[in-house]
């Protein structure tokens, strides 16, 4: 494998440097290892933990705790005798917590080959003894400047998973019959914390928590399908609360649901000095594959939950294993144009695709209508209908027409509140509402087979200055494309920072608001097939310079 663009320079290139940044290698040796001779995750999450935090307190200037880890997909393994290059750096610092952005890669030394093992995004909190706010963060290039914007959906996307896994768990499924009782994958051991598994702060490493986490969750996973199983990914690390040097740490493991070729395990760590009360110190909930030996993950066998609380543990892990795939574009920021979305139902005619090339993210919505592709074109076209069937837009005011074909808008959208949804300006407890400077330019096909093409984009006009409480966004670049043969249209828009916080949700699997939006446009477009109005006559087929 070739050696992974980032960890190259062109000669006499200068490379800017992250002053965050961390980096630490370590080879691998028998000591690290597991049965198979691979690198032991739990040692992995250890290095992976102390590098992010040497990072973050290098730009908060003192101790820093781990809160949460999001999730970890596991690429590739490392073998005894290679070499892990672990590079932290924060991403972006918010009041008192800032993210932490791990990237693993594995070096062969002897066929100098080099290739990506996981990616991973670390939040810590400041140990301040006086108070006071981080400082900011300010990106200086092109790919820092992503990941500092996709650091505030991430962490809005942590604010909001409860929430969304309440939602899921609405739609309950039928247990599955004839199965291996849960309670006999039930793991439960107790570690003492002693000073080498402390930090300088004299609390238990995060890492370490990690590595007996992973530990105990093996071995659940080994007692159902009676084999060596392969931890593939993990879903979000909760830090609830310090341990300390002395503390006994109680680490309970137990398999929740077991799926086809995959299952989840819950990992509980809870801790007590003396006779004190339990205390609740992390969960995280892993997913292991059994694979034989041409390396094709096998059928595992049905779990049966515990009453109760295991019903429970069941029922949640098919909602998170619904949302693990559709999230991972936004935690990982890596995606091919493939459909994200699952079909909410059967008779479900809308389509989210995405794309990310040269690190910006496009997204596409196609639906079928029974509407004539010219009508469906004027329709569209006219943004001042566009407030009857999308709730995004909040109002649309024409500034001025500059040819048939080409108009000048003023678009205002509702504030983002938590969890995605849209706040209007008079309850506005989200953030500052947006306004857009558009230009709309409409376009007919040129010959025949080619669609009829709406396109919009951000323009800057002197007599419309940014207002004083609308924060101006921009649209880098959007429309609708609509084929006349199959009726079929598509939405296209190149997400900006100031469009993301209204789709982000819906690209990682937690909302279905652009579905209801589409349908809605689908449902509006009907209405008005046969209702032409006057001023909606087909525009010229010229082409001129306004077009973008």
Request: aromatic share 6%.
């Amino acid at each position: 494998m070739s050696r992974p663009q980032d960890e190259l320079a062109e000669e006499g290139e200068e490379v800017f440097r992250n002053l965050t940044e961390v980096k630490k290698s370590q080879i691998v040796m028998p000591c690290h290892a597991n049965h198979r001779q691979e690198l032991s995750v739990g040692q992995l999450l250890k290095w992976m933990d102390s590098t992010a935090c040497l990072s973050a307190e290098r730009h908060a200037g003192c101790p820093c705790v781990t809160a949460s880890v999001d999730d970890i997909h596991f690429e590739h393994t490392i073998g005894v005798g290679q070499v892990v290059n672990i590079k932290a750096k924060v991403n972006r610092a918010f009041n008192t917590s800032m993210e932490v952005g791990i990237v693993v890669n594995c070096e062969d030394l002897f066929s100098d080959s080099h290739w990506r093992v996981c990616q991973a995004f670390a939040t810590f909190v400041t140990q301040r003894t006086t108070g006071g706010k981080l400082r900011p963060l300010v990106p200086c290039t092109q790919a820092e400047q992503v990941e500092h914007s996709l650091a505030a959906e991430r962490r809005r996307m942590r604010l909001v998973h409860a929430d969304i896994m309440k939602d899921l768990l609405t739609n309950r499924v039928q247990e599955a019959e004839k199965a291996v009782p849960a309670e006999r994958t039930q793991v439960e051991s107790v570690e003492l914390v002693l000073p080498p598994h402390a930090n300088h702060q004299v609390n238990t490493f995060g890492g370490q928590i990690m590595a007996w986490m992973e530990n105990v969750a093996t071995i659940a996973a080994s007692r159902l399908c009676n084999a060596h199983p392969t931890l593939r990914s993990i879903d979000m690390f909760h830090f609830r609360g310090p341990s300390q040097v002395g503390d006994r740490l109680v680490l309970k493991a137990i398999v929740n649901n077991a799926f086809k070729n995959s299952m989840e395990v819950g990992v509980c760590a809870e801790a007590y000095q003396g006779e004190e009360p339990l205390r609740h110190i992390n969960s995280a909930f892993m997913i292991f594959e059994v694979c034989d030996r041409d390396g094709k993950p096998c059928t595992l066998p049905k779990i049966q939950p515990e009453p109760l609380e295991g019903r429970r543990r069941y029922q949640e892990a098919i909602a998170r294993k619904k949302i693990r795939l559709d999230r991972k574009y936004i935690i990982s920021c890596k995606q091919t144009e493939v459909p994200l979305s699952v079909p909410w139902d059967l008779s479900n005619q809308v389509s989210l695709y995405t794309l990310e090339q040269k690190q910006v993210l496009s997204f596409k919505i196609e639906f079928e209508a029974d509407v004539p592709a010219e009508r469906a074109f004027m329709v569209l076209s006219d943004l001042g209908k566009r407030v009857e069937w999308d709730p995004n837009y909040e109002r649309c005011e024409l500034i001025r027409k500059v040819d048939d074909d080409d108009f000048l808008y003023r678009v205002v959208t509702p504030s983002i509140c938590r969890g995605g949804v849209s706040c209007s300006s008079s309850a506005n407890q989200g953030g500052m509402v947006q306004d857009f400077i558009l230009l709309a330019s409409r376009r007919p096909p040129c010959d025949s087979g080619d669609p009829y093409v709406i396109a919009l984009r951000s323009v800057t006009l002197p007599t419309h200055p940014p207002t004083e409480g609308y924060n101006r966004g921009e649209v880098l670049c959007a429309g609708f494309s609509i084929m006349e043969v199959s009726n079929t249209i598509s939405y296209f828009n190149q997400a900006s920072p100031e469009v993301l916080p209204y789709i982000s949700t819906d690209i990682a699997g937690l909302s279905s608001s652009f579905y209801s939006t589409f349908c809605t446009c689908s449902t509006f477009l009907q209405d008005n097939r046969d209702n032409p109005n006057p001023k909606d006559q087909p525009p010229s087929s010229t082409l001129n310079s306004t077009l973008l």
